[in-house]
């Protein structure tokens, strides 16, 4: 995952552009990906798509010829989606086109302006204020053209049409939490499950925050009600406790799934309510879809010193941030995967288990974990009760009732409802 971030790096992506088209490119040598272009102009609900923006160089050079700023040494020097620009200005005209960020000196911000024409600069407060009052030569080359939107879909088919909805955000230029960590997560996870063997079908969506959801919304509202289970992936690379942000309903089967994943991992996690506020869950969950699609991540948007800065860099991610967020997810879909009802074929009184081996013969004492997982599953094998009911009113890991039930299933005592 680290390695795939390494490589992801350095390529400019925005909202639509070059640089996305080489990211899912690179993404395709992993998974398979069907990539789709939504030309400029088209409508999405209450949107409407924006011209492609590419970028080849922009700087601010000095009188004496230095690029004092340069878009090939960081690619957040330039505002995102900026329009092109050639001129010599004198500083007191460029500075309303500079951002920085006087909290954070040494930083460069990261800014867009998709969706009103502007163009701009950033750095770090400290290079700033070093500019002397003289004309510097500004271009920005860059390119607003009639074009096209581009996403990425990885579709891993299961015995079911029945569809878990994987989303990551692929719109950050050098950004290596935000944008590079959701997805270097999201095709691992997609090349976990693609060796699997699957009951759902699993539709992983690698496309633009906001306008990115919208246009997949926009274009799959048909098979919209096939979604059971959705997550979207995002910021799982830093070392911050892993947090869940629950989906609009609240007390959905991946809201239920991820909780108790999350309780069982062993890590600290935190859970956050619903919100309108956020990456793309807030779109799935707008009132007129309503899907069940939480958001996982580890320090949350704005949460983190780095966020949105130069400093969100490949020093701030780390392989073991990436492992254990991989590890969470592979677990919730494991629960997800098997959380089917059974029915005790012996519900009149308890089966005698020791007879069957099942139980230890000698009593007395509290029951082990595992006796008690026996009973529970029996018990609650009613055919309403689901595996995940099961484990949480038993207080033990899901797995553990898993494999209960492959030895009740084993001796005779359960059978699939
Ligand atoms: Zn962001």
């Given at each position: 995952?680290?390695?795939?971030?390494?490589?992801?790096?350095?390529?400019?992506?925005?909202?639509?552009?070059?640089?996305?088209?080489?990211?899912?490119?690179?993404?395709?040598?992993?998974?398979?990906?069907?990539?789709?272009?939504?030309?400029?102009?088209?409508?999405?609900?209450?949107?409407?798509?924006?011209?492609?923006?590419?970028?080849?160089?922009?700087?601010?050079?000095?009188?004496?010829?230095?690029?004092?700023?340069?878009?090939?040494?960081?690619?957040?020097?330039?505002?995102?989606?900026?329009?092109?620009?050639?001129?010599?200005?004198?500083?007191?005209?460029?500075?309303?086109?500079?951002?920085?960020?006087?909290?954070?000196?040494?930083?460069?911000?990261?800014?867009?302006?998709?969706?009103?024409?502007?163009?701009?600069?950033?750095?770090?407060?400290?290079?700033?204020?070093?500019?002397?009052?003289?004309?510097?030569?500004?271009?920005?080359?860059?390119?607003?053209?009639?074009?096209?939107?581009?996403?990425?879909?990885?579709?891993?088919?299961?015995?079911?049409?029945?569809?878990?909805?994987?989303?990551?955000?692929?719109?950050?230029?050098?950004?290596a939490n935000d944008?590079?960590a959701?997805?270097?997560?999201?095709?691992?996870?997609?090349?976990?499950?693609?060796?699997?063997?699957?009951?759902?079908?699993?539709?992983?969506?690698?496309?633009?925050?906001?306008?990115?959801?919208?246009?997949?919304?926009?274009?799959?509202?048909?098979?919209?009600?096939?979604?059971?289970?959705?997550?979207?992936?995002?910021l799982l690379g830093d070392s911050g406790?892993?947090?869940?942000?629950?989906?609009?309903?609240?007390?959905?089967?991946?809201?239920?799934?991820?909780?108790?994943?999350?309780?069982?991992?062993?890590?600290?996690?935190?859970?956050?309510?619903?919100?309108?506020?956020?990456?793309?869950?807030?779109?799935?969950?707008?009132?007129?879809?309503?899907?069940?699609?939480?958001?996982?991540s580890r320090s949350?948007?704005?949460g983190y010193?780095e966020y949105?800065?130069?400093?969100d860099?490949?020093?701030f991610v780390r392989?073991?941030s990436l492992?254990?967020s991989?590890?969470?997810?592979?677990?919730?879909?494991?629960?997800?995967?098997?959380?089917?009802?059974?029915?005790?074929?012996?519900?009149?009184?308890?089966?005698?288990?020791?007879?069957?081996?099942?139980?230890?013969?000698?009593?007395?004492?509290?029951?082990?974990?595992?006796?008690?997982?026996?009973?529970?599953?029996?018990?609650?094998?009613?055919?309403?009760?689901?595996?995940?009911?099961?484990?949480?009113?038993?207080?033990?890991?899901?797995?553990?009732?898993?494999?209960?039930?492959?030895?009740?299933?084993?001796?005779?005592?359960?059978?699939?409802?």
């Open positions: 995952m680290y390695e795939l971030i390494r490589r992801l790096f350095p390529l400019c992506r925005s909202i639509t552009g070059d640089g996305v088209r080489e990211t899912l490119r690179i993404i395709g040598e992993q998974i398979p990906l069907d990539v789709h272009e939504v030309a400029s102009g088209t409508k999405v609900f209450d949107w409407i798509v924006p011209r492609e923006w590419n970028i080849r160089d922009a700087y601010i050079k000095d009188a004496q010829g230095n690029r004092v700023v340069d878009f090939r040494a960081n690619n957040l020097h330039v505002v995102s989606y900026s329009s092109p620009v050639q001129k010599t200005m004198r500083l007191v005209d460029l500075q309303p086109h500079l951002h920085s960020l006087p909290d954070q000196p040494d930083l460069i911000p990261y800014k867009t302006s998709y969706y009103d024409e502007a163009w701009g600069f950033c750095l770090s407060h400290r290079q700033r204020q070093g500019l002397s009052d003289a004309a510097y030569d500004v271009v920005i080359d860059s390119t607003l053209s009639d074009g096209s939107r581009t996403y990425g879909e990885c579709l891993l088919p299961g015995a079911a049409d029945d569809e878990v909805l994987i989303y990551t955000h692929t719109c950050h230029p050098s950004l944008n590079l959701g997805i270097a997560v999201c095709v691992f996870l997609a090349r976990l499950l693609a060796s699997a063997k699957r009951r759902y079908s699993y539709r992983f969506v690698f496309a633009p925050g906001t306008i990115g959801s919208l246009v997949w919304l926009s274009r799959n509202q048909h098979r919209l009600s096939r979604i059971r289970h959705g997550l979207v992936a995002v406790s892993m947090r869940y942000k629950q989906s609009r309903r609240g007390d959905a089967e991946i809201d239920r799934a991820m909780l108790h994943a999350l309780k069982h991992s062993g890590v600290p996690y935190q859970l956050e309510a619903f919100s309108p506020y956020g990456y793309d869950e807030r779109q799935f969950g707008s009132p007129g879809f309503d899907l069940p699609v939480g958001r996982l949350p948007n704005g010193p949105h800065t130069s400093a860099n490949l020093a392989p073991e492992a254990g991989l590890s969470v997810c592979a677990d919730v879909m494991e629960i997800l995967e098997n959380n089917g009802r059974f029915l005790n074929t012996s519900p009149f009184g308890e089966p005698q288990l020791g007879r069957r081996g099942l139980y230890r013969t000698t009593g007395g004492g509290p029951a082990p974990e595992r006796e008690m997982a026996l009973l529970w599953t029996l018990n609650l094998s009613d055919g309403a009760h689901t595996l995940l009911d099961i484990a949480e009113r038993a207080g033990v890991d899901f797995r553990l009732i898993r494999r209960t039930t492959e030895e009740l299933t084993g001796a005779g005592l359960l059978k699939s409802a």
